[in-house]
T-cell receptor, first 114, second 113 residues
Framework: DGGITQSPKYLFRKEGQNVTLSCEQN?????MYWYRQDPGQGLRLIYY???????QKGDIAEGYSVSREKKESFPLTVTSAQKNPTAFYLC?????????????FGDGTRLSIL | AQSVTQLDSQVPVFEEAPVELRCNYS??????LFWYVQYPNQGLQLLLK??????LVKGINGFEAEFNKSQTSFHLRKPSVHISDTAEYFC???????????FGKGTRLHILP
């Protein structure tokens, strides 16, 4: 079955440490997205990519970085500059970057600070 | 830019009773509307979408939604809920010229026995 795989499911970060969240899709989708979810705040867009080797900042990009070297992969790095990284992170993809395309989501990674 | 408001953060309802989850969006010439469901510790799943055409949209799991342009609403309904419908529901919208989808803050549906 095609889908989006996020790993790990749970991740712990020490102060001052960078961590990378993995997102892989085998849906042959062009567009990929990273969201942050906090209780009662819905989903906030961190970064998105509509095509390989290109990506744009979302609403809360500070303290995060991404790469899109392959169509299937869109890893997210949470840097030490992100002072409040504890959250549930969701990766999504869509056939294209068009705004009428529904997004398919992975099962998320829960990041906590030690 | 588009915005979306889910008026209720939590909705309790008895099993087998009907439910309506409310969603309003800011006005736009043309909009695309979506409802997603999120079960605990999982990602979001698409319930239904409105792109154009009939204003009554049927989705999975017996849910439906009605696009009301004059009231800028896209409320989600189900005639009879089950315990398995316990989840958080997100309304999402994008408008012409937007390159991303905006999500509401979610409504948590509690099914009472």
């Amino acid at each position: 079955d095609g889908g989006i795989t996020q790993s790990p499911k749970y991740l712990f970060r020490k102060e001052g440490q960078n961590v990378t969240l993995s997102c892989e899709q085998n849906l042959n989708h062009d567009a990929m997205y990273w969201y942050r979810q906090d209780p009662g705040q819905g989903l906030r867009l961190i970064y998105y990519s509509q095509i390989v080797n290109d990506f744009q900042k979302g609403d809360i990009a500070e303290g995060y970085s991404v790469s899109r070297e392959k169509k299937e992969s869109f890893p997210l790095t949470v840097t030490s500059a992100q002072k409040n990284p504890t959250a549930f992170y969701l990766c999504a993809s869509s056939i294209s970057g068009g705004n009428n395309q529904p997004q398919h989501f992975g099962d998320g990674t829960r990041l906590s600070i030690l | 830019a588009q915005s979306v408001t889910q008026l209720d953060s939590q909705v309790p309802v008895f099993e087998e009773a009907p439910v309506e989850l409310r969603c309003n969006y800011s006005s736009s010439v043309s909009v695309y509307l979506f409802w997603y469901v999120q079960y605990p510790n999982q990602g979001l799943q698409l319930l239904l979408k409105y792109l154009s055409g009939s204003t009554l949209v049927k989705g999975i799991n017996g849910f439906e939604a009605e696009f009301n342009k004059s009231q800028t609403s896209f409320h989600l309904r189900k005639p009879s809920v089950h315990i398995s419908d316990t989840a958080e529901y997100f309304c999402a919208v994008s408008g012409s010229g937007d390159d991303k989808i905006i999500f509401g803050k979610g409504t948590r549906l509690h099914i009472l026995p």
